[in-house]
């Protein structure tokens, strides 16, 4: 049984950092893109951060760039989100995705990435 488990959401006041987890299991996914998503009370589930299955190439939202930091460690099984500066509008749930796909592109768009986590709550307050 293929899980991405996600770890390492919290609370934290705003200009904090936390770093979000993604551990893989049940099939290893060092051939594939992964990304992060996040989805806010209310807003469609949307795109954070991309990384290729080299770790070579990475994409970010606009409003993210500079603050975080999609990463990969292959032999983990494992990608990571350091998130510096939050913000209150950074407040949402987190989920980790991966895209199936033989070292794929990195999509910004949901619907290649099939494995999902179950999601890790970050709440940035004032």
């Known amino acids: 049984q293929v899980q991405l488990v996600e770890s390492g959401g919290g609370s934290v006041q705003a200009g904090g950092s936390l770093r979000l987890s993604c551990a893989a299991s049940g099939r290893t996914f060092s051939n594939n893109a992964m990304g992060w998503f996040r989805q806010a009370p209310g807003k469609e589930r949307e795109f954070v951060a991309g990384i290729s299955w080299s770790g070579d190439s990475t994409r970010y939202k606009d409003s993210v760039k500079g603050r975080f930091t999609i990463s990969r460690d292959n032999a983990k099984n494992t990608v990571y989100l350091q998130m510096n500066s939050l913000k209150v509008e950074d407040t949402a749930v987190y989920y980790c995705?991966?895209?199936?796909?033989?070292?794929?592109?990195?999509?910004?768009?949901?619907?290649?990435?099939?494995?999902w986590g179950q999601g890790t709550q970050v709440t940035v307050s004032s």
């Open positions: 995705a991966a895209d199936p796909s033989f070292r794929g592109p990195v999509w910004r768009n949901s619907n290649p990435y099939t494995y």
